[in-house]
């Protein structure tokens, strides 16, 4: 199994380290599985301009084919403005409509503040089911108070974090279980 960990942003720490734990999680909890953090901070990606993504090179390219190839992604995201940041959106538009099709996604989200709590569900959920993720529905939620010196402090946001790699993965396992036992009904 692949597992694609999505650090939304190319400013801030919160939501990087947030997925530094997430990844670090999983490494531990499942040695099998492949993951890999990118970290947009780390890329410089173009605007989608509606190519397909398989002709971008270069960072843009490699981001959007790691993405293509996961079983799962893990998307962290702080909150600007009320909403996502633009880097991340552009992630979006470079894949196709229904590039998260048979890929389960589990959603981290850094915010200075609890007023936006509902970010995840009133803008994040419903782009990546849009583009037909199976949503792990309990995402974790951060708040600034929960970090100090760049590391989480919060213990039930570790624990958090935690169920959400498990439910992750044990949802992926369980949708890949699906489509084999269908797939082999077919008989060739």
């Given amino acids: 199994m ?3 960990g999505l650090s939304g942003s190319i400013v801030g720490s919160k939501t990087k380290t947030a997925m530094e734990y997430t990844v670090q999680t999983i490494t531990d909890k499942y040695p099998d599985v492949d993951v890999t953090l990118i970290d947009l901070a780390d890329y410089d990606i173009q605007f989608s301009d509606g190519r397909n ?4 090179d270069g960072d843009t390219g490699y981001v959007a084919k790691t993405i293509m190839e996961a079983d799962a992604i893990m998307i962290g995201t702080p909150v600007f ?3 996502i940041p633009a880097t991340l959106k552009n992630i979006f538009d470079l894949l196709p409509e229904k590039a998260f099709l048979d890929k389960v996604v589990g959603i981290i989200v850094t915010a200075g503040s609890p007023k936006h709590y509902l970010i995840a569900e009133q803008q994040l959920k419903p782009i ?3 583009m037909k993720a199976h949503i792990v529905q309990s995402f974790v939620f951060i708040e600034e108070q929960d970090f100090y010196r760049k590391e989480i402090t919060n213990d039930d946001v570790l624990f958090r974090i935690e169920r959400l790699v498990e439910d992750t993965v044990v949802l992926a396992e369980t949708y890949q279980r699906i489509r084999e036992a269908k797939e082999a009904e ?3």
Avoid: N
């Fill in 81 to 83: 403005q009320a909403s």
């Fill in 2 to 4: 692949k597992i694609v």
């Fill in 186 to 188: 077919y008989g060739f």
């Fill in 128 to 130: 990546v089911a849009y």
């Fill in 53 to 56: 993504y398989l002709e971008y």
